[in-house]
């Protein structure tokens, strides 16, 4: 018996700079997705978050259950800055995790450069 299409969670299993972003969304590993994503160890997965979304712990577990891996979390939120709430930033640091909000083209640009060094690095970049 024939399947249906098999809708599955955006990912990609590896580490890739960033080439470009915007029209809501970024190109990667000669792919592109539309959407936020979060690039961490594990790979550069789909993420449900947007400009106007709160940045909340349960928005950020991904990030927290590979935090052994990571020393920096640049956090592109989206054309302006958003600080980070003060749950946010504590639940981070208590997993060994600096975090450093910014625009999300400053952090896609901070990424590429860090990762290029072999760098422990983490971003979480909302879509703009």
């Not at 249906?4 to 969304?25: K, L, Q, T, V, W």
């Not at 994503?37 to 950020?60: N, Q, R």
């Not at 920096?72 to 981070?92: C, E, H, M, S, Y």
């Amino acid at each position: 018996m024939a399947k249906g299409i098999e809708i599955r969670a955006a990912h990609f299993p590896g580490r890739a700079p960033i080439d470009s972003y915007g029209n809501g969304g970024f190109r990667f590993a000669d792919m592109s997705h539309r959407g936020s994503i979060l690039c961490l160890p594990s790979g550069i997965h789909g993420w449900d978050m947007a400009v106007d979304t709160p940045l909340t712990v349960d928005h950020f577990q991904r990030i927290l259950d590979e935090a052994s891996d990571i020393e920096v979390l640049l956090v592109g939120t989206g054309t302006n800055l958003r600080l980070l709430p003060p749950a946010l930033k504590t639940a981070l640091k208590a997993r060994g995790i600096a975090p450093d909000p910014m625009s999300t083209g400053a952090a896609v640009r901070t990424f590429n450069i860090m990762l290029s060094e072999a760098r422990a690095v983490a971003a979480a970049l909302i879509a703009v």
